[in-house]
Nanobody, 127 residues
Framework: QVQLVESGGGLVQPGGSLRLSCAAS????????IGWFRQAPGKEREGVSC????????YYADSVKGRFTISRDNAKNTVYLQMNSLKPEDTAVYYC????????????????????WGQGTQVTVSS
């Protein structure tokens, strides 16, 4: 059974850090580009970051550039999102998703293009 499981969310004060993990089971992530998305109450799901399957390309939304870092460890079949200098506006449910791209050095930030999704993990930034 193909499954993605996010973990690492929680409650953190502004300026704090969290590291989210996206673990795959039932398939290997080696050939998949991975995206992180988030959805706040009353808002549409938005792309946060993505990483190509070749690990050569990463992309970030302008709102998180310089604060978030995406990485992958294929040996552990896991992708990470390191989130630093968190702000209240980062509060949302965070999802990871997987897609096979035609070109291994590419990834996309469009949610509807992704094939597999995790169940999400809540991140709350509040004092």
């Amino acid at each position: 059974q193909v499954q993605l499981v996010e973990s690492g969310g929680g409650l953190v004060q502004p300026g704090g850090s969290l590291r989210l993990s996206c673990a795959a089971s039932g398939f290997t992530l080696d050939y998949y580009a991975i995206g992180w998305f988030r959805q706040a109450p009353g808002k549409e799901r938005e792309g946060v970051s993505c990483i190509s399957s070749s690990d050569s390309s990463t992309y970030y939304a302008d709102s998180v550039k310089g604060r978030f870092t995406i990485s992958r460890d294929n040996a552990k079949n896991t992708v990470y999102l390191q989130m630093n200098s968190l702000k209240p506006e980062d509060t949302a449910v965070y999802y990871c998703a997987a897609i096979i791209m035609t070109r291994r050095n590419m990834c996309v930030m469009t949610p509807m293009q992704y094939d597999y999704w995790g169940q999400g993990t809540q991140v709350t930034v509040s004092s």
